[in-house]
């Protein structure tokens, strides 16, 4: 299959962009940086008030920092990509991945799980490290993908169920609602039993 069919025409610009560039339209302003990109335009980052004035409407994602690294919140990527074989993390009670790889001294003994491109140690059994290595992979390979599409139809062809993307998440973190139900039980209320009488005395 062609690349162009495994992988989006804006990821490329999403993982070569340089993000939280203070706006020069809005620099006076309290939410000037530049961390929002869209995905149908595929320009330049912009902030959020571009957002509300150039954008709107559009397929937008929020890019975040982690370490001075960029990182995206697996809630917002996972619908409009195939993030499958990238490791996430979770950061401030978010799940997100990383945009591209970052440097690491060389791994040391006892490493289980690795990234097949930059070779980074991962915490759990997955292929790359970030999206930008599995960008790298699919280059190399084919052997993976991003098009969301292209998954559904594999499984189609082949006549498997199709399952809900969130069914491995779930099943790793546990459902909160089930764990912690968000209705209390009613109380059980029991019968007061009442004063109790002693038998008469017969003579």
């Known amino acids: 299959m062609e690349e ?8 490329e610009s999403l993982l070569s962009m340089e993000f ?15 961390n929002m990109f869209c995905l149908d335009c595929a320009g330049p980052a912009f902030c959020y008030y ?14 975040r920092r982690s370490s001075y690294h960029d990182v995206v919140r697996v809630a917002e990527i996972q619908k409009v990509l ?25 791994t040391g003994k006892g490493v289980v799980h690795s990234c097949e491109l930059c070779g980074r140690s991962l915490l759990d059994p997955f292929r790359f ?12 390979n ?17 006549g498997e169920g199709i399952s809900d ?7 790793r973190e546990g459902i909160q609602q089930d764990i912690y139900p968000s209705t209390p039980p009613p109380p059980i209320h ?8 002693r038998a008469p005395f017969t003579s």
């Open 20 to 34: 939280f560039s203070v706006c020069r339209t809005h620099s006076a302003a309290t939410r000037s940086e530049c």
């Open 142 to 158: 084919g052997d993976a993908c991003f098009v969301l599409e292209s998954k559904v139809d594999e499984m189609e062809r082949r």
């Open 82 to 106: 195939d993030i499958s074989g990238v490791q996430t993390y979770v950061i401030n009670s978010a799940r997100v991945l990383f945009l591209n790889e970052r440097p690491q001294p060389r």
């Open 50 to 63: 571009c957002r509300s004035a150039r954008h709107k409407g559009h397929q937008v994602i929020q890019i």
């Open 165 to 171: 993307s969130r069914d491995e998440e779930e099943l």
């Open 190 to 197: 029991r019968r007061r039993k009442g004063i109790p009488h």
């Open 4 to 11: 162009s069919m495994l992988v989006p025409p804006w990821l």
């Open 129 to 140: 490290c970030s999206l930008g290595c599995k960008l790298a992979g699919i280059k190399r």
